[in-house]
């Protein structure tokens, strides 16, 4: 009986100890991606209100993003956002020529009821 119970924790232990081994890797966070951002940005809409507009430069997680002001979003003006305000603390907006993404790179309004379909 005993040499069944020593036989048992042993392959626990050696089975767990293998499992630690494994596990002990360094994981090293790759920056967000500017364009899976922007992929969210699908509707054209207008917007009814002069806004301001803040680049943001991703970094390894969503708290590590820079924000810096771009320009203002005109009233009167058509880009495409994201259909809801989205956890970055804003609306994501795009256009073919001024709002442009990348790897790095997306631009997002943070003020509310600021555009219509």
Do not use: P
């Amino acid at each position: 009986m005993k040499i069944k119970y020593y036989a048992i924790s042993a392959i626990a232990v050696l089975s767990f100890g293998t499992g630690l081994t494994i596990s002990n890797t360094d994981a090293k966070a790759s920056y967000l991606n500017g364009n899976d951002y922007a992929r969210e940005a699908t509707h054209l809409v207008t917007a009814k209100k002069t806004v301001r507009v803040y680049k943001i430069r991703t970094g390894n997680c969503e708290a590590n993003n820079h924000w810096s002001f771009y320009k203002y979003l005109h009233k009167g003006s058509r880009v495409y956002a994201s259909q809801y305000f989205m956890s970055t603390g804003g609306w994501i907006i795009k256009s073919k020529n001024i709002y442009y993404h990348n790897h790095r790179t997306f631009f997002l309004v943070a003020s509310g009821h600021w555009y219509y379909k």
